[in-house]
């Protein structure tokens, strides 16, 4: 029995056209990572370096912290598991909604999720009283930077607060920050640095911002040795393919792909935006790659958009949400008036 999908991008069982159910950059894949990947190939004969060393040392210097900080994983969703076998927290805090993966690598290693529910009346942006949840016996707070599937960015002085108040209570925080290279100011706002609190951990992947969904590459950053080997001895040997650490370093060297991505984003989620909402649809303010959507009609919108070969996300198993929320990735503007139109014909059905 196959586990039940939580997840978009299910192209396998549907027959998809355009993919809204992902929040993948629309660019695509970097040509010089495409080209890595293909090239590296040709030494598929050989085992890939068990600690990527490479592909450490040009994450370290592209992003300014230190390569022996710095874990390797198969997608940052292997890191979260590996995170929590290494911890076993027993009571875990998140927000909700938020991404679900959370709570199932949190079971998987015998703990407890907590959620704060975030305000609808407030955008479900993070909040003061969040802060106040870290206490007693939590062990782990997770906190996911922009939020998916909100896309709202916690403000800079709370996520200060946050991380002084896990500091107090022994408490590890773990900072996905897997969409902020989307974000103008992002590289203002991270916490990859050298001098990352040795009480959190930073979670990056390629997946997202370099469209590599399929070649799993991620990482974790820390300044608390003890417990980076603890997390790479939870690791497989071997966990990430050549072809995914030769396309990440070239990745890394891409000129100007960023910029290209954050202004395409920009403009793209403010067009989508406003379409949307001229069509009586509610828009949550997002400052990601995608936009959370309610729909205040009876439509089985998933379900009438596949048939046109249009999947995007149903929202409606997210802890905090329910029926009428959908997420949107914001693709190219070709793509998006195709999915514009499309959800127009829909809604002219009902």
Same mark, same amino acid.
């Given at each position: #029995?196959?586990?039940? *999908?939580?997840?978009?991008?299910? =192209? &396998? /069982?549907? /027959? =998809? $056209? &355009?993919?809204?159910? =992902?929040?993948?950059? +629309?660019?695509? #894949? +970097? %040509?010089?990572?495409?080209?890595? $990947?293909m090239d590296a190939i040709l030494q598929a004969n050989q085992y890939p370096d068990p600690i990527g060393e490479q592909l450490c040392e040009a994450i370290s210097y592209h992003k300014h912290i230190k390569k022996e900080q710095i874990v390797l994983g198969n997608g940052a969703a292997e890191l979260l598991y590996a995170l929590c076998f290494a911890l076993r927290p027993k009571k875990v805090l998140t927000v909700a909604p938020t991404f679900q993966e959370y709570e199932a690598a949190v079971h998987a290693s015998g703990g407890e999720i907590l959620y704060y529910y975030l305000n609808e009346k407030n955008e479900y942006a993070i909040d003061d009283k969040f802060v106040e949840q870290i206490a007693g016996d939590i062990d782990l707070v997770i906190l996911c930077n922009p939020n998916n599937p909100t896309g709202s960015l916690a403000d800079a002085e709370l996520v200060r607060r946050i991380i002084v108040q896990c500091e107090k209570q022994h408490v590890k925080l773990c900072m996905d920050e897997c969409f902020l290279e989307f974000v103008r100011e992002g590289s203002e706002r991270t916490y990859l640095k050298t001098d990352c609190p040795r009480h959190v951990i930073v979670l990056r992947a390629f997946t997202k911002i370099y469209a590599m969904a399929g070649l799993r590459l991620g990482y974790m950053y820390m300044t608390d040795d003890s417990l980076r080997d603890k997390i790479r001895s939870m690791l497989q040997p071997w966990n990430t393919s050549i072809p995914a650490q030769r396309a990440g370093i070239f990745a890394l060297c891409e000129e100007g792909y960023l910029e290209k991505t954050i202004s395409l984003i920009e403009a793209?989620?403010? &067009?989508?935006? /406003?379409? *949307?909402?001229?069509?009586? $649809? &509610?828009?949550?303010?997002?400052? $990601?790659?995608?936009?959370?959507? /309610? *729909?205040?009609? %009876?439509?089985?919108? =998933?379900?009438e958009l596949l048939e046109k070969g249009i999947l995007i996300r149903d929202c409606s198993m997210f802890q905090g949400l329910g029926k009428g929320y959908y997420r949107i990735a914001i693709r190219s503007h070709s793509e998006n008036e195709i999915l514009i139109e499309n959800w127009k014909m829909v809604l002219a059905k009902e």
């Amino acid at each position: #029995m196959h586990k039940k *999908l939580i997840h978009g991008g299910d =192209v &396998y /069982r549907n /027959r =998809v $056209a &355009y993919d809204f159910s =992902v929040n993948i950059n +629309p660019l695509g #894949m +970097p %040509e010089q990572s495409m080209q890595a $990947a293909m090239d590296a190939i040709l030494q598929a004969n050989q085992y890939p370096d068990p600690i990527g060393e490479q592909l450490c040392e040009a994450i370290s210097y592209h992003k300014h912290i230190k390569k022996e900080q710095i874990v390797l994983g198969n997608g940052a969703a292997e890191l979260l598991y590996a995170l929590c076998f290494a911890l076993r927290p027993k009571k875990v805090l998140t927000v909700a909604p938020t991404f679900q993966e959370y709570e199932a690598a949190v079971h998987a290693s015998g703990g407890e999720i907590l959620y704060y529910y975030l305000n609808e009346k407030n955008e479900y942006a993070i909040d003061d009283k969040f802060v106040e949840q870290i206490a007693g016996d939590i062990d782990l707070v997770i906190l996911c930077n922009p939020n998916n599937p909100t896309g709202s960015l916690a403000d800079a002085e709370l996520v200060r607060r946050i991380i002084v108040q896990c500091e107090k209570q022994h408490v590890k925080l773990c900072m996905d920050e897997c969409f902020l290279e989307f974000v103008r100011e992002g590289s203002e706002r991270t916490y990859l640095k050298t001098d990352c609190p040795r009480h959190v951990i930073v979670l990056r992947a390629f997946t997202k911002i370099y469209a590599m969904a399929g070649l799993r590459l991620g990482y974790m950053y820390m300044t608390d040795d003890s417990l980076r080997d603890k997390i790479r001895s939870m690791l497989q040997p071997w966990n990430t393919s050549i072809p995914a650490q030769r396309a990440g370093i070239f990745a890394l060297c891409e000129e100007g792909y960023l910029e290209k991505t954050i202004s395409l984003i920009e403009a793209e989620r403010d &067009y989508l935006t /406003r379409q *949307l909402a001229s069509m009586g $649809a &509610y828009v949550y303010h997002s400052d $990601a790659n995608y936009l959370l959507i /309610r *729909l205040d009609i %009876e439509c089985n919108l =998933v379900k009438e958009l596949l048939e046109k070969g249009i999947l995007i996300r149903d929202c409606s198993m997210f802890q905090g949400l329910g029926k009428g929320y959908y997420r949107i990735a914001i693709r190219s503007h070709s793509e998006n008036e195709i999915l514009i139109e499309n959800w127009k014909m829909v809604l002219a059905k009902e």
